[in-house]
């Protein structure tokens, strides 16, 4: 039951580029599922900074309506003086018109720093737009190339596994169990090269009689990981 060291070098060099194109090829949509999740992050922050717009707008309203109101209520109450029937009703009007006219400084102090407030949350949902725009364009433009990637990596992959197949049939058939059980269980790093009597997957150093195996293209699997083995290029013999 001879086994090429050739032929084995050769499946672990495919089993090894056919990883690597598979682990791309399932990196792809975790990339896009990425930048969809900014992309979302960024609309949320421009949905929030826009409501919080809103509502400060609202504040202002709310604020000039009561303003209003005040200052309504001091022409009230100035209208009334002419008719008061004593100093004592007379005096009270004026305590109530400042007492109202002080409330009402507050109040336009307070619709002042609210319109400030708007003015900037506007400039802030001006950043925000830019930024869900940009990461909008960076969602397309990812989803563009893993999409072209993945056509050239699916086509990488479709050669690779002709490859294999084609390898595979110089394997003897009684040897191919053992073969398909270790590349089922681990794939790529089911096999490993021996180099310097020592396994490269696990660096177990092997038995003199497991290399001697070896040069006798005998299958041998590392005692320690279970790799399947096959001699370093510079040391095997054809």
Same mark, same amino acid.
């Not at 707008?57 to 309504?72: C, R, S, W």
């Not at 433009?141 to 992959?157: G, H, M």
């Not at 059980?181 to 021996?194: D, L, P, S, T």
């Given at each position: 039951m001879?086994?090429?060291?050739?032929?084995?070098?050769?499946?672990?060099?495919?089993?090894?580029?056919?990883?690597?194109?598979?682990?791309?090829?399932?990196?792809?949509?975790?990339?896009?599922?990425?930048?969809?999740?900014?992309?979302?992050?960024?609309?949320?922050?421009?949905?929030?900074?826009?409501?919080?717009v809103?509502?400060?707008?609202?504040?202002?309203?709310q604020?000039?309506?009561?303003?209003?109101?005040?200052?309504?209520?001091?022409?009230?109450?100035?209208?009334?003086?002419?008719?008061?029937?004593?100093?004592k009703?007379?005096?009270?009007?004026?305590?109530?018109?400042?007492?109202?006219?002080?409330?009402?400084?507050?109040l336009?102090?307070?619709?002042?720093?609210?319109?400030?407030?708007?003015?900037?949350?506007?400039?802030?949902? *001006?950043?925000?737009?830019?930024?869900?725009? %940009? /990461? !909008?364009? &960076? $969602?397309e433009?990812?989803?563009? #190339?893993?999409?072209?990637?993945?056509?050239?990596?699916?086509?990488?992959? *479709?050669?690779?596994?002709?490859?294999?197949? %084609? /390898? !595979?049939? &110089? $394997?003897?058939?009684?040897?191919? #169990?053992?073969?398909?059980?270790?590349?089922?269980?681990?794939?790529?790093?089911?096999?490993?090269?021996?180099?310097?009597?020592?396994?490269?997957?696990?660096?177990?150093?092997?038995?003199?009689?497991?290399?001697?195996?070896?040069?006798?293209?005998?299958p041998?699997?590392?005692?320690?990981?279970?790799?399947?083995?096959?001699?370093?290029?510079?040391?095997?013999?054809?």
């Amino acid at each position: 039951m001879a086994v090429s060291t050739t032929v084995l070098r050769e499946l672990h060099r495919i089993h090894s580029q056919l990883g690597d194109l598979r682990g791309r090829l399932e990196r792809g949509p975790y990339k896009v599922q990425a930048h969809g999740a900014n992309l979302t992050q960024q609309q949320n922050a421009l949905a929030g900074t826009q409501e919080n717009v809103k509502q400060t707008k609202k504040t202002v309203d709310q604020k000039q309506l009561d303003l209003k109101t005040g200052e309504n209520k001091i022409l009230d109450l100035k209208a009334k003086l002419n008719a008061c029937s004593s100093n004592k009703e007379y005096q009270t009007l004026l305590e109530q018109i400042a007492a109202s006219e002080m409330a009402n400084s507050v109040l336009a102090d307070e619709v002042l720093e609210a319109m400030e407030k708007v003015d900037k949350l506007e400039v802030a949902v *001006t950043e925000a737009r830019a930024q869900s725009t %940009a /990461a !909008e364009r &960076e $969602l397309e433009k990812c989803r563009d #190339v893993v999409s072209a990637e993945a056509t050239v990596i699916q086509a990488d992959i *479709t050669r690779l596994e002709g490859e294999l197949a %084609a /390898a !595979e049939q &110089e $394997l003897p058939g009684d040897f191919k #169990v053992n073969y398909e059980r270790v590349i089922q269980a681990k794939g790529a790093e089911g096999m490993a090269e021996a180099a310097d009597c020592t396994c490269q997957g696990c660096g177990y150093q092997i038995t003199l009689n497991m290399q001697n195996e070896l040069l006798l293209s005998k299958p041998v699997f590392c005692k320690s990981c279970g790799c399947l083995l096959y001699l370093a290029e510079a040391q095997a013999e054809y």
